[in-house]
């Protein structure tokens, strides 16, 4: 099991993803929760490509000073071909009544 952390490449957040690996992604959602004015209360899972392994947690750490909010999700391989728009999406809900998606984009890459 690893960790990944996406990097943006043009205008989208992707990832490495091996097909058959069950790993921790994350997804950075404090600009989104700065720009509102508010905090995150709850999130969940749309999938497409991939399986949800246990649910999803809302994480706040502080990282060389900065407090930053992140989505942790645990996700599986799924059975079958992965789409084309392979991906996982985090939508919150905001303690303001707001929602967001915060999407990722996996790229595929072998072991």
């Not at 959602?29 to 809302?58: F, H, K, N």
Request: proline fraction near 5%; aromatic fraction near 8%; glycine fraction near 6%.
């Amino acid at each position: 099991m690893s960790s990944r952390e996406p990097i943006k490449i043009g205008d989208k957040w992707t990832v490495d993803r091996d097909v058959d690996e069950i790993s921790h992604y994350l997804a950075d959602i404090t600009q989104e929760l700065i720009d509102r004015a508010t905090t995150a209360v709850s999130v969940v899972l749309v999938l497409a490509g991939v399986a949800q392994v246990e649910q999803p947690s809302i994480q706040v750490a502080t990282l060389e000073g900065v407090q930053r909010t992140y989505v942790v999700a645990l996700l599986g391989p799924v059975d079958g071909p992965r789409p084309a728009d392979w991906r996982w999406v985090a939508r919150v809900t905001c303690a303001n009544g707001e929602r967001f998606d915060k999407t990722t984009w996996f790229n595929e890459v072998d072991p």
